[in-house]
C-alpha cells in the first residue's frame, strides 16, 4: 500500500510552446510548493489553436526536442513528475509529386517525465475523436492499441489514456486489470470540448470509470475557451476528492491505495468479473481492444 500527492493543473495552451513550456513550470512549481510528487496538465499543452490544421503538423516537435527536453528541465528543478500531453513528430510524410515532401500528421501524445529526467513512458492516443463536429484523423496517427501505458512511481502504477479514450470503457479496463496494467490510478489529460451535455459527460464517465474498475482516476482538462475544465480526482468508488470549475488553476489530492483496498473488500467487482478485455484484429490487420 502507499500514497501518492498528485496536482492537476487546468489551463488553456497556446500556439506558443515556449509559453506554454513556461505555464507547466508554474504549475510544477506550485505543485511542489504544496506537497506533489506528480504533475499532471491537459491534452496538447506543448500547442493548441481552435482548428487541428496544418499549423499542428509544423508545430510537433520529436521526444528529443525542445519541449520535452524543458519538461525533463522542469521534472529535475522542481522534483515533481510529469505528465504531459504534446504534439508528437511522426515519420508520415507526402509522397504526391505535385506536392513538396513533408510531414502530413502529428500523434497525440502524453510524456511521463520523472523527477529525474528520465523518460518513464509514452503514449499516443488510441481513439481519434471523430464525433461531434472534429475530425482528429485528417492530422493525427492513431497510436498502438496494443500500448500499455503504465510507469511505476514512489510505488504506485500510473497509468495513461487521452481525452477521448474515456468513451471506450476497455481502455481503462486494460490499464486497471491486474492481468494487465495492474494501474493504482489512471490519469486522463483532456481537452473536453464544451458543448450540450459535455460536462455532464466528462464527469459521468470518468465517474463509472473509477466505479467499475474500482481504481482512483484524475481527469485534467483544457479550459475555456475551447474546454470545459472541471479537472476532478475520483475515488475507486467515485467520490471526487478534489474538483475544479473552468478558471485556470491547480487542485491537488492525495491517493491512498488503503482506500482502493477498502472498496475492494466491500466491492470486489474486478475479481468477480466473468469477461476478460482482448485484442482483436480489425479486418485491415490492425489489432484493436
Known amino acids: 500500500m502507499g500514497t501518492l500527492t498528485i496536482a492537476a493543473a487546468q489551463f488553456a495552451p497556446v500556439d506558443d510552446p515556449v509559453a506554454n513550456l513556461e505555464t507547466v513550470r508554474t504549475a ?11 504533475l499532471v496538465t491537459p491534452e496538447y499543452s506543448s500547442y493548441f489553436t481552435a482548428d487541428i490544421d496544418d499549423r499542428f503538423v509544423a508545430a510537433a516537435q520529436p521526444l528529443d526536442g525542445p519541449f520535452v527536453s524543458g519538461l525533463q528541465d522542469i521534472a529535475r528543478d522542481t522534483g515533481v513528475a510529469l505528465v504531459v500531453g504534446i504534439a508528437e513528430t511522426t515519420d508520415v510524410s ?7 515532401a ?4 502529428f500523434r497525440n501524445t502524453l510524456v511521463a517525465v520523472l523527477p529525474t529526467g528520465e523518460l518513464a513512458a509514452t503514449y499516443r492516443k488510441v481513439h481519434l475523436y471523430d464525433a461531434f463536429g472534429s475530425r482528429e484523423s485528417d492530422r493525427i496517427e492513431s497510436g498502438d492499441p496494443e500500448q500499455l501505458p503504465v ?16 468513451r471506450f470503457p476497455e481502455v481503462t479496463r486494460r490499464l486497471a486489470a491486474p492481468e494487465h496494467g495492474a494501474a493504482d490510478v489512471v490519469v486522463l489529460p483532456a481537452e473536453w470540448v464544451r458543448g450540450p451535455g459535455k460536462e455532464h459527460h466528462w464527469r459521468t464517465l470518468l465517474t463509472a470509470r473509477a466505479i467499475e474498475n474500482t481504481v ?7 479550459t475555456p475557451p475551447i474546454g ?13 476528492v ?14 491512498d491505495t488503503a482506500v482502493t483496498e477498502a472498496v475492494r473488500q466491500v466491492n470486489p ?21
Request: hydrophobic share 45%; with cysteine; aromatic share 6%.
Open 151 to 166: 510507469f511505476e512511481f514512489a510505488g504506485l502504477r500510473i497509468g495513461l489514456e487521452t481525452c477521448y479514450d474515456l
Open 216 to 222: 482512483w482516476v484524475v481527469g485534467v482538462g483544457q
Open 102 to 105: 513533408g510531414p502530413t500528421r
Open 94 to 100: 507526402t509522397s504526391d509529386a505535385a506536392t513538396p
Open 242 to 255: 478534489a474538483s475544479a470549475g473552468s478558471a485556470p488553476g491547480t487542485l491537488v489530492a492525495t491517493v
Open 28 to 38: 510544477a512549481a506550485d505543485a511542489a510548493a504544496r506537497g506533489a510528487a506528480l
Open 228 to 240: 470545459i475544465g472541471a479537472s476532478v480526482v475520483l475515488d475507486p468508488s467515485g467520490v471526487a
Open 269 to 289: 467487482s474486478l475479481a468477480l468479473r466473468r469477461y476478460d478485455v482482448a485484442l482483436r484484429a480489425r479486418p485491415g490487420g490492425t489489432a484493436r481492444p
